[in-house]
């Protein structure tokens, strides 16, 4: 079964400046997804960005970027020029590329507080 | 497009006492989940649908849970009796057969006294 780590429960950043968050995931699968999710307060789960495994390129929207580490099964999250509004909590998520499953398997969770 | 829609936002029910769940996917979209949130905890699956048939439901309590998705559309979650450890914010997606993306709704955030 596939495991999700987050070791980062909270996290702390000054508006404007560059955060990471981290994540860790154990598979024995070669082709799948990864995700970045956001949760604010309203608890819904906001999809930031994704990552298919087969691809060496990491993936970037706007000020978020990811340090995809396939050998190393990590998985990080850069957000740049951090506003306010980020303030939330993330979820680092695995999801099989077979099949007709596609359930994700989440990580505990980063709680991100943004200090202006 | 309209989003999940989810109802009701939140419960509270005493322990042993039955609780439904209401859950409208995005129109046309044929994949369902139910996830449930304990506090501090990511999402777990408990079941997924593909129209009307259930694709995985191998972590569904089924001597309490019980769900159905009458016509591939809407979806009703059900525990009967609720305990204490059911207490959580529980969240129904969707997202179409064959992509990877899904739309979460707003959860339902249940407290079992």
């Known amino acids: 079964a596939q495991t999700v780590t987050q070791s980062q429960p909270e996290m702390s950043v000054q508006e404007a400046e560059t955060v990471t968050l981290s994540c860790t995931y154990d598979t024995s699968e070669s082709d799948y997804y990864l995700f970045w999710y956001k949760q604010p307060p309203s608890r819904q789960m906001i999809l930031v960005i994704r990552q298919e495994a087969y691809k060496q390129q990491n993936a970037t929207e706007n000020r978020f970027s990811v340090n995809f580490q396939k050998a190393a099964k990590s998985f990080s999250l850069k957000i740049s020029d951090s506003q306010l509004g980020d303030a939330a909590m993330y979820f680092c998520a695995y999801r099989s590329s077979g099949g007709s499953n596609y359930k994700l398997t989440f990580g505990k969770g980063t709680l991100l507080t943004v200090n202006p | 497009e309209a989003g999940v829609a989810q109802s009701p936002r939140y419960k509270i029910i005493e322990k042993r006492q039955s609780v439904a769940f209401w859950c409208n996917p995005i129109?046309?979209?044929?994949?369902l989940y139910w996830y449930q949130q304990i506090l501090g905890q990511g999402p777990k699956l408990l079941i997924q649908?593909?129209?009307?048939?259930?694709?995985?439901d191998s972590q569904l309590p089924k001597d309490r849970f019980s769900a159905e998705r009458l016509k591939g559309v809407d979806s009703t979650l059900k525990i009967q009796p609720a305990k204490l450890e059911d207490s959580a914010v529980y969240l129904c997606?969707?997202?179409?057969?064959?992509?990877?993306?899904?739309?979460f709704g707003s959860g339902t955030r249940l407290t079992v006294v």
């Open positions: 129109s046309g979209h044929a994949t």
């Open positions: 997606a969707s997202s179409p057969a064959v992509d990877y993306g899904y739309t």
């Open positions: 649908f593909q129209n009307n048939g259930v694709v995985d």
